[in-house]
């Protein structure tokens, strides 16, 4: 007599499906395939920006969505309007992507002459987005640092500068590690006395770099404040509290993460 002897799928290995730094064990096709989304998803590697961190925030109402802000419910004319928010009396707005905001945000800090910064959501398809909603890779929008400055004391080039030193713009939709469309490169001017200087930066920084720049170049669309505990973080210690410091003309290397 033939005996055959059968082995039932759950008796064999399981394959791992990785989260962040956790493991979870999935049995072989226990779920069937999931429609590509709208737009495509982006690669984000550990780090603080992880789901587990955003777990824990979310439980406090950073970065949530209440449930009557569905995206149909919104117009997408606003979110791609301009800028309509007005500097104070003898200052002027510049506006920079370049990676995860924390950083950049501090960099300018330091510039003399600059005396508030802001960190923020622009350039997407939603109105009044969430750290969630960016973080999707869905709406378009980019992670930015919003400066306002006296130009009588800060150059919009000294500001260009900074910019270009803090990031590399030859990496497409990446800064480092953190991976996705909401860290690419890009000036956001509100004049064209801006646009004009961000163009020729971008000239001269393309011949001293002899590589491709991915920097954008666009007029600066509506800007959407970011959460509160992402404003200032950095100076404000981070998650570890760690200090960093804001002083004008500070040179302390910028550790990204607090």
């Given at each position: ?10 008796a ?26 709208a737009f495509?998803?982006t ?46 009396p ?10 995860c ?28 987005p ?88 666009l007029?600066?669309?509506k800007?959407?404040?970011?959460e ?17 410091s ?13």
């Open positions: 007599m033939l005996l055959i002897r059968t082995t039932s799928p759950l064999t290995s399981l394959p791992l499906l990785t989260l962040a730094s956790c493991h979870f064990p999935l049995p072989n096709r226990l779920f069937s395939p999931k429609p590509a989304p495509p998803q690669a984000r590697p550990l780090s603080l920006y992880s789901p587990p961190k955003m777990n824990w925030l979310g439980k406090l109402g950073f970065g949530t969505r209440t449930p009557t802000d569905s995206p149909l419910d919104q117009s997408s004319s606003i979110a791609q309007g301009p800028d309509d928010d007005v500097p104070a003898g200052q002027q707005f510049a506006e920079f992507g370049a990676g905001f924390w950083g950049v945000e501090l960099a300018f800090q330091r510039v003399p002459g600059v005396s508030r910064t802001e960190v923020g959501y622009t350039q997407g398809y939603l109105h009044n969430s750290y969630n909603d960016v973080c999707s890779g869905t709406t378009n929008h980019n992670e930015v640092v919003r400066v306002q400055y006296d130009p009588k004391e800060c150059s919009y080039q000294s500001l260009l500068d900074v910019f270009w030193a803090r990031h590399d713009p030859t990496t497409l939709n990446r800064q480092g590690g953190d991976v996705g469309t909401q860290y690419r490169s890009g000036i956001y001017f509100y004049t064209p006395e801006q646009e004009e200087a961000a163009l020729e930066s971008k000239e001269r920084q393309q011949e001293l770099l002899n590589r491709n720049i991915v920097t954008e170049i007029p600066a669309k800007f959407y404040r970011a509160e505990y992402h404003q200032q973080y950095l100076a404000k210690g981070g998650r570890f509290g760690f200090r960093q804001a002083d004008k003309g500070c040179n302390d290397p910028i550790r990204c993460y607090g």
